[in-house]
């Protein structure tokens, strides 16, 4: 009985330094993220009561609980880009998943390949699970806000909210052409063309489909039912209620749930964007931003002590360099050369270039691919994957606020 009160003290205590997080770390300007991997370590060594992978959790358990943080973070996402943005403004985030994402899975497959002699679908799996930056983790650097037709950022947050939320969702064609290959062994014709109709075309289109329809629908019986000023509806559960109900029927019809629940988030405000009408029941963002404020807090406790119980115990001197070489170098250089004879400043597209935070979404990768396929050297992947993941929260977690402001400062001197 006196665990299950420890571990309330725990959840307590944790919560409330995170609900101050932000007037401490101000003066620091860190990353809440930071303080919080260190509590975890130091939780775990005190042998805290609390369900520790050990060192990593088994797969569905991880699965589903960073499966729940992505997808609220995905919808966060696409209800504050909404509809406000023209297809010339999305020309920057399309160039870093049609340029820097193709590219950086090719350089990380034959890296894999060919240096660290792994065979051909753990390869592909890795460039898969890494490319996609993360929706949860690089939150305090994308959009802090919903964006408006007449006030909107197009520059660092918005490229780098844009991105996250649609890589996720585009990487896992890739994943389930990892499993299918380490399935069969090899890929022939009769799997590339299951690959190409199902995986690929059909998952994408009815995913994306699932996820405009709902939005459309909400807004469209929203605006109907609010044109009478007094029927107004309980906003505080509508970003979570579209999240979960376009997420289970995109998967529901073997589609991909990640595109349906940020597509349903552009969407949710349809009418507002295109139509020019408001209406008194628009989502509420500050009550799903907290949901996901809170299991991110969790999720790097956890992360804190699996470091702690020993997920790198299987990087190797050759991984170590590679898993340094994409945060530092690779995808920094992608994503700078993706955004060439663009409007954007050179500060800019370094800053775009070097935030591609990687996080849980590539621990659901991961972990889905290991359940569903037929991979060796399990624990060897995680490790490596759990060692990109923790150089990005360290890297990114001290200069992303630095950066933020810097050019804040920068844009209020312009103005």
Not at 378 to 403: D, E, P, W
Request: hydrophobic share 50%; net charge positive; aromatic share 16%.
């Amino acid at each position: 009985m006196k665990t299950y009160f420890v571990i309330l003290l725990i959840v307590g205590i944790t919560s409330l330094f995170a609900s101050f997080s932000p007037i401490i770390l101000k003066r620091f300007k860190i990353s809440f993220t930071i303080p919080l991997l260190f509590l975890g370590a130091i939780l775990y060594y005190l042998k805290a009561p609390l369900p520790w992978p050990d060192p990593i959790w088994n797969e569905s358990l991880t699965i589903h609980f960073s499966e729940l943080v992505v997808i609220i973070s995905l919808m966060v996402a696409g209800l504050k880009i909404g509809l406000n943005y023209s297809w010339k403004e999305w020309r920057n985030p399309l160039r870093l998943l049609g340029i820097t994402m193709p590219l950086f899975m090719v350089a990380v497959f034959l890296f894999t390949y060919y240096i660290l002699k792994f065979d051909g679908p753990i390869s592909l799996l890795l460039a898969a699970v890494l490319a996609p930056t993360d929706p949860a983790l690089a939150s305090e650097i994308q959009l802090n806000k919903k964006q408006s037709a007449s006030s909107k950022n197009v520059g660092i947050q918005y490229n780098l909210t844009a991105e996250a939320g649609l890589n996720d969702g585009l990487a896992f064609p890739f994943i389930f052409l990892a499993i299918v290959w380490s399935k069969n062994g090899s890929l022939g014709a009769e799997q590339w063309q299951e690959w190409l109709s199902f995986y690929l075309v059909y998952k994408l289109v009815i995913g994306i489909l699932v996820g405009i329809i709902i939005g459309f629908l909400y807004s469209y019986f929203t605006k109907k039912l609010s044109n009478d000023n007094n029927r107004k509806i309980h906003q505080a559960f509508v970003a979570i209620s579209l999240t979960l109900i376009s997420y289970g029927l995109a998967e529901i019809l073997n589609s991909y749930g990640f595109l349906s629940v940020f597509f349903a988030g552009l969407f949710a405000h349809y009418h507002q964007h295109q139509k020019n009408e408001k209406t008194e029941s628009e989502p509420s963002l500050s009550f799903i931003e907290n949901i996901e404020k809170f299991l991110i807090i969790f999720w790097i406790i956890f992360f804190g002590g699996s470091v702690m119980a020993g997920i790198l115990d299987f990087i190797t001197t050759t991984s170590l360099l590679f898993c340094f070489g994409l945060v530092l170098i690779l995808r920094p250089f992608l994503g700078y050369i993706s955004f060439y004879k663009t409007d954007l400043t050179p500060k800019k597209k370094l800053a775009i270039s070097f935030f591609g935070i990687r996080g849980i979404g590539s621990v659901f990768y991961l972990s889905y691919a290991i359940k569903h396929g037929n991979f060796q050297d399990a624990n060897q992947l995680y490790s490596i994957v759990a060692l990109v993941i923790l150089i990005s929260i360290i890297l990114h977690g001290f200069t992303a606020k630095r950066m933020i402001n810097a050019f804040d400062d920068i844009e209020k001197k312009n103005s």
